[in-house]
């Protein structure tokens, strides 16, 4: 026994013990088709004041940002926004655990533009009182916007005035809170230019009424009893989940151009429950047969290959696990065949093996020969998977994307395990007889 084999030995064990420390500290997440939930498919619209296709790669950049803020906040980190298509104004949202997606559709649909605005008079009951008594035209820096629909669908529409006070860029902070009589309302706190600016705007307007207005449509209409220097409330909503939604997109920030719902699709939980119930009979169906196979043709070299095996699905998973991929029913298919590449790797180089010692070699030039002939083989084989794993991954769907990163580190870590791992076991089957002899299914 050398001390190199006791190296490699010992650099084996600190990489499956590190292995297992990553899987344990940080699990595989399920993806969409395998824990069921929610998958949309959004359309960012080219902003009103930019030419067509100017800057819309930044657009959909920002959009994508925000959702993700939204998303966080909303309380689903394991949810995912990516681009989708050739498009290029698309963006694919996942959420997984979700399948009432109501809620969160109006939460990513608002652009949650907020702004508050001096109220020049009204209400009036439709916009033609309301031109009516402005002599048919308001001013240029005048808009008539209406309140939400009462609980009998009638609107109210007041004249407001000017550009906004306030605007949700301004704000630093955004909350749910309850008022006198239980009510839910959004508390929110303005940033310190933003807070003097309203402040005086208050100070002079004193019994006067301001409109604070939501993505072009009044929440509220208040009566200014008092200076608000900093903070101040939005009240108006109907339920508790509405203010913090509310509270939510402030937050988050305005979307910098309204989105489309193209695609939404729901994925039951029990679909992802039998998805996992019959991949993992499948595979441990497969695995048996072949790992029976491996042991009754090559013996104890067998059993070296079926060690390989196991190391690779545990480094592969670890893999998985740092970089915080998620496991879809692709990822499976990529895992699947990676397990297929893996037992194709060592019959090669056991088969190389076979040859040197059929033309006479020992067994120790045997073994040294096979695995140094066979490596150049094996890297021009897992070479060529990885450059079709690249094409796949840049040009193809999310779900082409998880399969060929799933391959692509699958066969990284075959590598490492059918020709290091695989080569200490071999040689710690040597050292462990008197005259060297391999046990590789070769009848001498």
């Not at 993806?31 to 657009?59: H, T």
């Not at 308001?138 to 550009?163: C, N, V």
């Not at 979307?255 to 029990?270: C, G, K, N, W």
């Not at 679909?271 to 048996?288: E, M, Q, W």
Request: aromatic share 6%; proline share 4%.
């Amino acid at each position: 026994m050398t001390r190199t084999l006791l190296r490699r030995s010992s650099f084996i064990l600190a990489i499956v013990l590190a292995s297992a420390f990553a899987i344990i500290r940080a699990p595989v997440r399920l993806g969409l088709d395998l824990r069921g939930g929610a998958s949309l498919i959004l359309r960012v619209k080219s902003p009103d004041d930019a030419p067509s296709g100017a800057n819309q790669r930044n657009v959909v950049e920002e959009t994508r940002h925000i959702l993700e803020r939204r998303i966080n906040e909303y309380g689903l980190s394991e949810a995912h926004v990516q681009p989708y298509g050739s498009r290029g104004d698309e963006l694919l949202v996942e959420l997984p655990g979700v399948s009432d997606t109501g809620r969160l559709t109006s939460l990513l649909q608002s652009r949650a533009v907020l702004e508050w605005y001096a109220v020049e008079d009204g209400p009036y009951a439709s916009p033609a009182e309301a031109l009516a008594r402005h002599g048919g035209l308001l001013p240029f820096d005048h808009k008539l916007l209406p309140t939400r629909p009462a609980a009998d669908g009638r609107k109210a529409w007041y004249p407001l005035a000017g550009r906004p006070v306030v605007r949700g860029t301004d704000l630093r902070d955004a909350r749910v809170a309850a008022g006198l009589m239980g009510q839910p309302l959004t508390t929110f706190s303005l940033s310190q230019e933003a807070a003097a600016r309203f402040e005086r705007y208050t100070q002079a307007n004193i019994g006067r009424r301001s409109a604070i207005v939501l993505d072009r449509v009044i929440l509220s209409v208040p009566v200014i009893e008092d200076a608000i220097r900093d903070s101040g409330q939005i009240q108006g909503a109907r339920s508790r989940e509405e203010a913090e939604d509310l509270a939510i997109n402030l937050r988050a920030g305005a979307l910098p151009a309204a989105i489309d719902i193209v695609q939404e699709r729901t994925v039951e939980a029990s679909l992802g429950a039998d998805s996992i119930r019959h991949g993992i009979a499948a595979a441990a169906f497969g695995l048996a047969v072949v790992v029976s196979a491996m042991l009754v043709y090559y013996r104890w070299a067998g059993a070296n290959a079926t060690l390989a095996l196991f190391l690779n699905g545990v480094l592969l998973v670890a893999a998985l696990a740092c970089f915080g991929a998620v496991l879809t029913l692709p990822g499976i298919a990529g895992a699947v065949l990676t397990i297929g590449m893996a037992l194709d790797s060592n019959v090669l180089i056991f088969e190389r093996i076979r040859e040197e010692l059929r033309a006479g070699k020992s067994d120790t030039a045997a073994l040294a020969a096979g695995f140094s002939k066979a490596f150049a083989t094996l890297v021009d084989t897992h070479v060529t998977t990885v450059v079709s794993c690249a094409f796949l991954f840049f040009f193809g769907t999310p779900a082409v994307k998880g399969f060929a990163a799933t391959l692509v580190i699958g066969l990284a870590t075959n590598l490492f395990t059918s020709v290091f791992v695989s080569r200490v076991a071999f040689d710690w089957e040597l050292s462990r007889r008197p005259s060297p002899r391999l046990s590789i299914g070769l009848a001498r």
